[in-house]
């Protein structure tokens, strides 16, 4: 067990814990109620949406593909739940038909790419600008959840009020009851995803085609209908994210999610998933949103434009690629310095 613990330390695992403690202290230091109950809240419930597409995007690139489309998607999916409930559809029906929105369009993306065999990169981008644009045509450039079209009580209340509002003997549990709904939710949707990803055959197979789409066909592996199933399963937490986005935000617009496929990638490629597929664990993606949360939390309350923060995140992305690599390389140069050091003695001691 020991080992083990030291083994992970010494991963890319432990690197990003060395981050994570770096930022905490850095926050801690410069902001005096950073460890406040409510901060810590307020931290998870202003980036709960991304973190949730996170855990699809980590099957997604593991499985050698990438999903650009699933801020859109997030838009979309909220859109379609607001001009529902606008034209009078029932908010219960207005979310399940959210929901199998975006299983549609995650079957869109995954006919291109697994059946039809086209990059995922360029049907994804062409997806990213189709799904947005679709947005806009649908709300055009109304905002929907105002006083007038405002969403009903409880629908609001789901994404902004903690959960102590619905159950109120939490209201005795410090932080627990602050709160809101969705951080549960994504408990529940992480503890799911490092169950499958590291213990049950869906997650050995989405390993086994990222690292090697050849080996998997000849394996057996059906790699084709388990792309499929991975972009759809995309495409439904993308929507399931954008419902609560709607709920969290109250109002609607066609612009809703826009940018969010920055963090996103970000922090599944900070968290140790390789770009090309094939490694890379969840308690690594979640490490990495725990970073880039805390990141962004401490620089809005320092007062840093938000602009500034996405160019942080930006960095973050370009060094999440950059550090592996560069790790890569040098274990390849010491390797092959220790194998030609090797030679080098066994020749010596053949001559002697």
Do not use: C
Request: no cysteine; aromatic share 8%.
């Amino acid at each position: 067990m020991a080992d083990r613990v030291i083994a992970r330390l010494r991963s890319w695992d432990g690197l990003l814990l060395g981050v994570l403690a770096v930022v905490l202290v850095l926050n801690t230091v410069t902001i005096g109620n950073y460890w406040d109950g409510q901060n810590q809240i307020n931290l998870w419930q202003n980036g709960i949406e991304r973190a949730m597409v996170v855990l699809a995007m980590a099957f997604v690139i593991i499985n050698g593909e990438i999903d650009l489309s699933v801020a859109s998607m997030m838009g979309l999916a909220s859109v379609v739940v607001a001009v529902l409930w606008e034209q009078g559809v029932g908010i219960e029906l207005a979310i399940l038909v959210a929901l199998l929105v975006g299983i549609g369009l995650g079957l869109f993306n995954g006919f291109w790419v697994a059946i039809v065999g086209l990059p995922s990169l360029v049907v994804t981008l062409a997806a990213l600008i189709g799904f947005r644009g679709l947005a806009f045509i649908l709300i055009e450039d109304a905002s929907i959840g105002n006083a007038e079209t405002a969403f009903p009580q409880w629908f609001e209340d789901l994404g902004q009020q903690p959960l102590s509002a619905f159950i109120g003997i939490l209201d005795a549990v410090p932080i627990i009851g602050l709160a809101p709904f969705a951080l549960f939710l994504y408990a529940g949707m992480l503890l799911l995803a490092m169950v499958v990803l590291s213990r049950a055959g869906f997650g050995r197979r989405t390993y086994v085609i990222g690292a090697s789409l050849q080996v998997s066909r000849y394996s057996g592996v059906r790699v084709a209908a388990h792309k499929m199933a991975i972009m759809t399963l995309s495409g439904l937490v993308a929507a399931l994210a954008g419902v609560m986005l709607a709920s969290h935000l109250g109002a609607v617009r066609g612009s809703t999610a826009t940018g969010f496929e920055l963090d996103i990638i970000t922090i599944v490629l900070l968290g140790g998933v390789s770009i090309f597929g094939g490694s890379g664990t969840m308690f690594g993606v979640f490490l990495a949103t725990l970073i880039v949360l805390n990141i962004r939390n401490g620089l809005g309350l320092q007062g840093i434009p938000g602009h500034t923060q996405t160019g942080v995140i930006g960095l973050l992305l370009i060094l999440s690629v950059l550090v592996p690599n560069l790790i890569n390389r040098y274990q390849e140069y010491a390797r092959r310095r220790t194998l030609a050091r090797q030679v080098v003695e066994g020749r010596k001691a053949s001559a002697g």
